[in-house]
T-cell receptor
Framework: QKEVEQNSGPLSVPEGAIASLNCTYS??????FFWYRQYSGKSPELIMS????GDKEDGRFTAQLNKASQYVSLLIRDSQPSDSATYLC??????????FGQGTELSVKP | SAVISQKPSRDICQRGTSLTIQCQVD?????MFWYRQQPGQSLTLIATANQGSEATYESGFVIDKFPISRPNLTFSTLTVSNMSPEDSSIYLCSIKAGIYEQYFGPGTRLTVT
């Protein structure tokens, strides 16, 4: 059973702090990794994708991938109340079939 | 980027009935998928909608319960058949755009009473 694990949270951080979200996956052949943000009552929105080991930065977001440790993370710098949402880690290891983690609920307190 | 729409956005249905959900994309896409998000849960892939051939279903999902059509490269439907309260979920279509990225439609919120 291929699995993607996330801390369910909730993760609470003060405004302006760094939020760190973590994800592990079980299938070593996984090649593509994604972070989605889902606001309550809305559909998931793709915010980051990463395919090779190391860091990938996009604005306030940094995705980190370590394939040896089967670990993906998302850092959100200068967290804002508008970042409060559920963050879903997804792994694609069969040509488009995404396996999702349970999601981490992030709350950014003003 | 492609615009994905779904109809209906929400519905309340009686048990034993069926509902067909439509997914429309404003450009041709090769790969379309259907996911389910049960209350308080994450997303689970139901099937890959293949253009011109039968959908490919994931373990735990069967064609009799979730028939899917994909008549062309911009449109797909998912039918939830013989509904029970356990089918109450958000149903989402997604497309694969670019090489790897996948984007979701707005979803259809289904309540079965």
């Amino acid at each position: 059973q291929k699995e993607v694990e996330q801390n369910s949270g909730p993760l609470s951080v003060p405004e302006g702090a760094i939020a760190s979200l973590n994800c592990t996956y079980s299938d070593r052949v996984s090649q593509s990794f994604f972070w989605y943000r889902q606001y309550s009552g809305k559909s998931p929105e793709l915010i980051m994708s990463i395919y090779s080991n190391g860091d990938k930065e996009d604005g306030r977001f940094t995705a980190q991938l370590n394939k040896a440790s089967q670990y993906v993370s998302l850092l959100i710098r200068d967290s804002q109340p508008s970042d409060s949402a559920t963050y879903l880690c997804a792994v694609d290891n069969q040509g488009g079939k995404l396996i999702f983690g349970q999601g981490t609920e992030l709350s950014v307190k003003p | 980027s492609a615009v994905i729409s779904q109809k209906p956005s929400r519905d309340i249905c009686q048990r034993g009935t069926s509902l067909t959900i439509q997914c429309q994309v404003d450009s041709q896409v090769t790969m379309m998928f259907w996911y389910r998000q049960q209350p308080g849960q994450s997303l689970t892939l139901i099937a890959t909608a293949n253009q011109g051939s039968e959908a490919t279903y994931e373990s735990g999902f069967v064609i009799d319960k979730f028939p899917i059509s994909r008549p062309n490269l911009t449109f797909s439907t998912l039918t939830v058949s013989n509904m029970s309260p356990e089918d109450s979920s958000i149903y989402l279509c997604s497309i694969k755009a670019g090489i790897y990225e996948q984007y979701f439609g707005p979803g259809t919120r289904l309540t079965v009473t």
